[in-house]
């Protein structure tokens, strides 16, 4: 018998494109987003939290029922612990029980854990719908909601299994920051003083104005207008402009790791009790130090991040009862490096990143080096 060979081609140009709007009091503009024509016929589905239904629930179903349109609102226990697969398929099924069909639309109202799941249960039910982030959190602001990842954990690993999926509009309501706590700030701050470290001096200039010399406390720094607004929109700007060179995770898009391999190692060698965003701060810290060793950066510079991060109640160091033994193993198991040299992103001063041979942007490092560097970290007086 003869082999036959077809080939499908499927050469696809799509338009992923989607406004990101920053600004206060949003469900009014959520709105009018969900009016598109290409969405105005669809069904509402809104799929929150059991904090924020709480707190903004109601007064964005209220927006929607101001125009006519009808909302049934999906709740799901706040927290980590429901980014599951048993909580994406009981979404699933009360979407499929309340008849929601591929005629739908989703409205994630709330912080990343909302915007990974509802955004995961958005790209494959009926194979794919669209939805709107309505994002409540500094985290969705510096991070979550803007870049179109989704995703769950399973209990091998966070955000293993999951989709590209990008929302139709991202929203970032600046009044919604008040009710977060000092820690859940100082979480997303984490993430924000990264962007600043990466790609924006001017937006680090203006984080150490509010923090080093007025003195701002998180509380007060998210009901400053004017540094909430410039926090959202240059963490936005700068998550865009790196998400637009390189949507799906090659080379550019890992500048957004800077902190993180430490980051991420002490996180789980803590065993997530420490905030991402505050382990982020202590690999961020650790790695400017190890610029300076590397001449990447000045000494001064160093000082400079380490004193804002400071001022932001930040921790700047390795925890005592955390050791360098655990981190390793949590670096090594994270990368599946064993043996192998690990790759950093390295600061260039402060507000851009170092790139390295062929265009990297991350450097490899041989794993008793950096066990060498993180035992002279603990040992600093
Ligand atoms: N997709 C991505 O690119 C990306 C990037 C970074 C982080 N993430 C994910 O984001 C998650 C962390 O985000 P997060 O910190 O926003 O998590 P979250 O959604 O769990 O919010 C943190 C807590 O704050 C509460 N909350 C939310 N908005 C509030 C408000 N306005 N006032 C008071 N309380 C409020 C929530 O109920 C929750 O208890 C993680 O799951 C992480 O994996 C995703
Ligand atoms: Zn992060």
Redesign the pocket.
């Known amino acids: 018998m003869q082999t036959t060979r077809l080939t499908l081609e499927l050469i696809r140009t799509v338009d992923e494109s989607y406004p990101i709007i920053i600004g206060n009091d949003l469900a009014k503009e959520t709105v009018e987003l969900a009016s598109h024509p290409d969405l105005v016929d669809r069904r509402v589905a809104i799929i929150t ?1 059991s ?2 239904v709480k ?1 903004y629930g109601a007064q964005l179903e209220e927006a929607f029922a101001s125009v006519e349109r009808e909302t049934n609102t999906f709740v799901f226990p ?3 612990a429901s ?1 599951t697969r048993a909580m994406k398929e009981q979404l699933e099924n009360q979407l499929i029980d309340a008849g929601y069909g591929r005629d739908s639309l989703i409205i994630a109202l ?7 799941l509802a955004g995961f249960v958005a790209a494959t039910y009926t194979r794919g719908l669209p939805y709107i982030s309505l994002s ?2 500094l ?2 602001a510096a ?2 909601s803007v ?1 179109g ?3 769950i954990d399973v209990p091998q690993a ?2 293993l299994i999951g989709a590209f999926h990008q929302p139709k509009a991202v929203l970032i309501d600046l009044d ?2 008040v ?2 706590t000092d820690d ?1 700030i100082r ?1 997303g701050l984490g993430e924000t003083i990264k962007q600043a470290c990466i790609a924006d001096a001017n937006f680090f200039d203006a984080l150490e104005d509010a923090f080093v010399t007025r003195g701002l406390s998180v509380a007060e720094f998210v009901r400053d207008d004017e540094i909430a607004e410039l926090t959202a929109r240059r963490n936005c700007l700068i998550k865009r402009d790196f998400v637009m060179s390189d949507v799906h995770e090659g080379n550019r898009r890992m500048c957004l790791n800077l902190g993180h391999t430490i980051g991420r190692a002490l996180e789980a060698a803590m065993g997530y009790t420490m905030t991402h965003g505050a382990c982020v701060a202590v690999g961020m810290n650790l790695q400017a130090r190890w610029s300076v060793e590397f001449g990447y950066m000045t000494p001064e510079e160093q000082e400079r991040l380490e004193r804002l991060l400071l001022a932001a109640g930040m921790p700047t160091e390795i925890p005592a009862g955390v050791s360098v033994e655990q981190i390793m193993a949590a670096m090594t198991h994270d990368k599946k490096a064993k043996g192998g040299a690990i790759r950093f992103v390295f600061q260039k001063g402060i507000g851009d990143v170092m790139t390295f041979d062929n265009g990297l942007y991350a450097r490899p490092i041989e794993q008793s080096d950096i066990v060498d560097f993180l035992r002279r970290q603990k040992e600093r007086p």
Do not use: M, P, S, Y
């Open positions: 939290d904090n924020v707190l706040a927290g980590e980014k709330g912080g990343g854990v909302v915007t990974d409540t959190t985290v969705g991070d979550a870049g990842k989704t995703a966070t955000n919604r920051w009710t977060l859940q979480d």
